[in-house]
């Protein structure tokens, strides 16, 4: 990722949310994003992502110009190889913890059978074996983000994006996700780019990013940044 | 993703929001069912007119004096009358045909302490093949009677049932007018025809009614059936051709007198009702159009609902394409939902107001798909921009969107 630029509006009311940021991000690793607000740390996710397109500059994914592609060539690539988990969870209300999980894979044309197994599948690995029909308001916000792992995972991506996955959670609920998405990291070997706020968080990267103003400032391990 | 999942998808969606869902569709329900109800009358009345036609007697012909006007109208010039001599001319120079001359009045008719104004025909023995309404039971005219004019009537059962409440007509006299008259016969029901009760009658001589109730010798209508099927419109032009003649009219003027056949009369009743039901389709359709815009409506509304909904799918790997469908199927789901039940419901009103109307309970294939059909292009006519807008959503502001 080089040269990037992500700017909204024009002339006097241009806000550069992005502004020249060079980035090199390698499979397998584990990355936090902070800084403060409106530092463009969630755009930046994005553009990672594939959900944005930045305004200027050179993204390569896996040596493609991200650039070139269309809408739909950036949904395929969402869907083969980002998984995304939200603040908010973002689950589809009064639909089963299954069915959200199954949902990536429907899109993907996998057969119904298949598609049950592989969510099942899904939903034990984060704990949450014998919940499958309880929809999101009978789960506890814990439950919900683990819910919300399974579904990013499903298709087995070999990205994870997660933008303040333990925002909306209570310290002891954060530890348990964290821990979770851990040892997922190291049994699956996929690469978590996450964004949060929270230091405690960000120790459990391996390298931090810390974003000011839409330019990178700092990068490295954790301890080294966070100091 | 396939179309089992798409579709799926949609049914989830509508069974989620069963209120909305419903209020959706009342549109198209009411659309299509309306659609349905009034083309399926309007054929049905069509349908009940030609069979009252038939009813009439079929290769009938009607002549009167006068002048024919397109359509139902009646006559307007006053022309000379036909007399009995003209009926007799017809029916010694046409040949394969029964005549029947009529001349009706109304009179009073008093039986007992009721009395009423009824219609009264003047006619002969041939009246009863010609009109097809024969003597249920008693006699028909002797020729004695008919040829001295005598006193004698043959009543409809309306006034067996209305005046007699029981008692023996036959042998009984009746009042008509000023004069007395012995009831021979009583003719068969035939009930309501062309607004007409044809129950509500009563026959005489021709020459009774010429000169007791009328004081004229004229002849109001000739009645003529044509005995071969198909040849009416020779006969016609015969009767045409001769009475031309008879009265004297000056080749290049026009007719003082027209003849018409039932089949004329069934075709302008039926090009009646046909505009009828053209526009009562018409309007039906309007209705349907108004119920495919409350489906973009409901769909728009939906779609602003979903919008974090939608943004989800498109992070998750939903294509355009995807969302697109998710939508548009979800429209034609609900509309093809609300088709059916309308086809339903328009099928149930029919039945029931036609059998209320007491007229004929037919159903048309072709007018149940095509309203089917209407309300489906619906869905996808008024379901697509609603779509498109959802499809075309910006993952990052649609996941932002609270």
């Known amino acids: 990722m080089r040269g990037i630029y992500k700017i909204y509006g024009a002339g006097a009311a241009e806000v550069r949310a992005l502004d020249g940021v060079d980035l090199t991000i390698r499979d397998g690793e584990f990355v936090a994003i902070m800084g403060p607000s409106g530092s463009g740390k969630s755009t930046c996710m994005n553009i990672i992502g594939c959900l944005d397109v930045p305004t200027a500059g050179e993204y390569l994914f896996r040596g493609v110009d991200v650039a070139r592609l269309d809408r739909d060539e950036l949904a395929l690539l969402r869907r083969h190889f980002m998984g995304f988990i939200f603040q908010s969870f973002n689950l589809l209300p009064r639909v089963t913890a299954l069915a959200n999980v199954e949902l990536p894979l429907i899109y993907d044309g996998v057969k119904r059978s298949t598609r049950r197994a592989r969510a099942s599948e899904a939903l034990r690995m984060v704990g949450l074996a014998g919940r499958e029909s309880a929809t999101p308001n009978q789960l506890s916000g814990g439950q919900q983000q683990r819910v919300a792992i399974a579904r990013a995972l499903v298709t087995e991506p070999p990205i994870l994006l997660a933008d303040e996955p333990t925002g909306n959670l209570d310290t002891a609920m954060s530890d348990g996700i964290m821990v979770q998405l851990e040892q997922i990291r190291i049994e699956r070997g996929i690469t978590i780019i996450m964004v949060t706020h929270e230091p405690p968080i960000a120790r459990y990267a391996e390298r931090v990013l810390y974003f000011v103003d839409g330019k990178l400032e700092k990068d490295g391990p954790p301890a080294e940044v966070l100091s | ?402």
Request: charged fraction near 20%.
């Open chain 2, 1 to 402: 993703m396939s179309w089992l999942d798409t579709f799926l998808m949609a049914f989830q969606a509508i069974v989620r929001n069963k209120l909305r869902s419903l209020l959706t569709a009342l549109g198209i329900i009411i659309g299509v069912g309306s659609v349905v109800v009034m083309v399926h009358l309007g054929q049905s009345a069509t349908r009940s007119v030609t069979d009252e036609i038939a009813s009439i007697g079929s290769n009938l012909l009607f002549v009167m004096p006068g002048t024919a006007q397109r359509g139902l109208g009646g006559v307007r010039s006053i022309a000379r009358p036909f007399e009995l001599e003209d009926v007799q001319a017809i029916e010694r120079e046409v040949p394969g045909i029964l005549v029947a001359p009529a001349l009706t009045t109304n009179a009073t008719v008093v039986f007992g302490n009721a009395n009423e104004t009824i219609p009264v025909v003047g006619t002969n023995n041939n009246y009863f093949v010609v009109r097809n309404h024969g003597v249920a039971y008693g006699r028909e005219f002797e020729d004695s009677e008919l040829s001295a004019g005598a006193a004698a009537c043959i009543i409809g059962t309306a006034l067996v049932d209305e005046m007699y409440l029981g008692q023996e007509p036959l042998g009984s006299t009746l009042r008509v007018g000023r004069t007395a008259c012995r009831v021979i016969g009583v003719l068969e029901e035939k009930g309501q025809s062309m607004g007409q009760d044809r129950d509500k009658t009563i026959l005489m001589p021709i020459k009774a009614v010429q000169r007791r109730l009328v004081g004229k010798l004229d002849v109001q209508t000739i009645y003529v059936s044509a005995l071969i099927d198909g040849s009416t419109r020779t006969v016609q032009k015969d009767i045409e051709s001769l009475l031309r003649q008879r009265r004297s009219i000056a080749s290049r003027a026009d007719d003082d007198f027209y003849v018409r056949d039932t089949q004329d009369i069934a075709e302008a009743l039926a090009s009646t009702t046909n505009t009828l039901t053209v526009l009562l389709g018409a309007i039906a359709a309007v209705s349907l159009l108004v119920g495919g815009i409350g489906i973009m409506n409901i769909m728009l509304v939906s779609v602003t609902e979903r919008i974090r909904e939608i943004g989800i799918r498109l992070a998750i790997g939903a294509r355009t394409r995807d969302v697109l469908l998710q939508f548009l199927v979800e429209s034609i789901t609900l509309s093809t939902l609300g088709g059916i039940i309308g086809l339903i419901l328009g099928v149930v009103g029919t039945w029931l107001v036609t059998t209320r109307m007491k007229m004929p309970f037919l159903l048309s294939p072709a007018v149940m798909l095509m309203g089917f059909f209407f309300a489906v292009a619906i869905g996808v006519l008024f379901g697509y921009f609603p779509a498109r807008k959802a499809a075309h959503l910006n993952p990052v502001d649609a996941l932002r969107h609270e």
